[in-house]
Structures are given as structure tokens and as C-alpha cells.
T-cell receptor
Framework: SQTIHQWPATLVQPVGSPLSLECTVE??????LYWYRQAAGRGLQLLFY??????ISSEVPQNLSASRPQDRQFILSSKKLLLSDSGFYLC???????????????FGNGTRLTVT | QKEVEQDPGPLSVPEGAIVSLNCTYS??????FMWYRQYSRKGPELLMY????GNKEDGRFTAQVDKSSKYISLFIRDSQPSDSATYLC???????????FGQGTRLTINP
């Protein structure tokens, strides 16, 4: 079965510090990978998605970036965090179109980031 | 106008009640419809997944899709306190790489 791992679960970082959140998927190959942010009491905001190694689509260009160095690894980064970067960050995967049209997303358990 | 509208609630009902959660949408190209359940401080968990119009039942949960009205529903029968969570609807068009989510409805089941 497929599993998704996301870490750390909780992170407190000062303004201006760098960020690196990592997500890995097991049990599937060539997944689509996604990074979402969820502000308190609000919906999910898609930040980045990737359909393959090195292929990144940005939905909300800010001071965040994403990379996919391996097929099942997705990394969210920032060089200098802002207060507004605080939130709940979720990684998700889905099957590729070849594996099933409209394949649903499967989420990790998220990283709660507080920028102080 | 948002592509997907979902009443954020909060919705509070007594244990054992039938709960009805709803979303409306504007994009007639949507073919795949999902409901997610999200407990506090956890990632969303896929609850129901349906294609096109019709009903799908899984235990106490029933998902309905009415494409003519652009309206989807999730019914929870014999609601339990453990059903207390935020429920998000999501949908996508054929071939789309991304889902469009509703804002989520916060549900509380009171014992």
C-alpha cells in the first residue's frame, strides 16, 4: 500500500531564517506531488505541484520554492521566512493520468510552521 | 464567484442525527467529486470518491452528485461524536492535474 511521510510535524522558526520541509511517498511510482498551505480556519491553498522529477509548477509565487530531486521526494524551501509564512503545510500525492483519470489526492499529516 | 462554494459552518448537531453537508460549483467540466474529512491538526483523509452523477454509499456515509444542478452532498447517518471534524469537498475535470477544494465545513456532533 502507498504511504506518505512528511516531517517535521511542528516547526518554530524566526523571521529571516531558511526553511526546508520534506515529503516522501512509498509504494507507488511516478506520482503527482503537491504542496498545500492551510491557514487557520481557511481552505487549502495550492502552492506547487509536480508531475515528474525536476518539473515544478508554481501556483503562488512568493518567497517559497519547491524541488523534486527524486521520483518520490518533494521539498518545500524558503531562503528567508516571513511572518506571513506561518501556517499548516500539507504534502499530497496522486496517481498519474495514466494510472487513473481524476485520481484523488492523498495527504500527509502536515507540518505546523510558526514563524516568530 | 468561487468555482466551489461550501458553507463553512460551524454546524452542531446532536448524536444520532442525520447530517447533510453540501457544495455547489460553477464549472460544468467537473466530473470527479470527493469528500475529505480532516481532524484537528491532521491532514485531510479521503472519505468518498465519485464519478459523474449518482449516489455512492459506504457504511453510514452517502455521497450524492447532481450535475444538472451543480450540487453535491454528503450525508452522515447515525452521527457519532467521532464524526466531529472539518469536511471538505473537492472536484476536478477529466485530465486535470489539480483539485478544486471547497472551504470546508466544521462539524461538531454533541453527545
Amino acid at each position: 500500500s502507498q504511504t506518505i511521510h512528511q516531517w517535521p510535524a511542528t516547526l518554530v522558526q524566526p523571521v529571516g531564517s531558511p526553511l526546508s520541509l520534506e515529503c516522501t511517498v512509498e509504494g507507488t511510482s511516478n506520482p503527482n506531488l503537491y504542496w498545500y498551505r492551510q491557514a487557520a480556519g481557511r481552505g487549502l491553498q495550492l502552492l506547487f505541484y509536480s508531475v515528474g522529477i525536476g518539473q515544478i509548477s508554481s501556483e503562488v509565487p512568493q518567497n517559497l520554492s519547491a524541488s523534486r530531486p527524486q521520483d518520490r521526494q518533494f521539498i518545500l524551501s524558503s531562503k528567508k521566512l516571513l511572518l506571513s509564512d506561518s501556517g499548516f503545510y500539507l504534502c499530497a500525492w496522486s496517481g498519474t493520468l495514466r494510472q487513473g483519470l481524476g485520481s484523488p489526492l492523498h495527504f500527509g499529516n502536515g507540518t505546523r510552521l510558526t514563524v516568530t | 464567484q468561487k468555482e466551489v462554494e461550501q458553507d463553512p459552518g460551524p454546524l452542531s448537531v446532536p448524536e444520532g442525527a442525520i447530517v447533510s453537508l453540501n457544495c455547489t460549483y460553477s464549472n460544468s467540466a467537473f466530473q470527479y467529486f470527493m469528500w475529505y474529512r480532516q481532524y484537528s491538526r491532521k491532514g485531510p483523509e479521503l472519505l468518498m470518491y465519485t464519478y459523474s452523477s449518482g449516489n455512492k454509499e459506504d457504511g453510514r456515509f452517502t455521497a450524492q452528485v447532481d450535475k444538472s444542478s451543480k450540487y453535491i452532498s454528503l450525508f452522515i447517518r447515525d452521527s457519532q461524536p467521532s464524526d466531529s471534524a472539518t469536511y471538505l469537498c473537492a472536484m476536478s475535470a477529466t485530465g486535470a492535474q489539480k483539485l478544486v477544494f471547497g472551504q470546508g465545513t466544521r462539524l461538531t456532533i454533541n453527545p
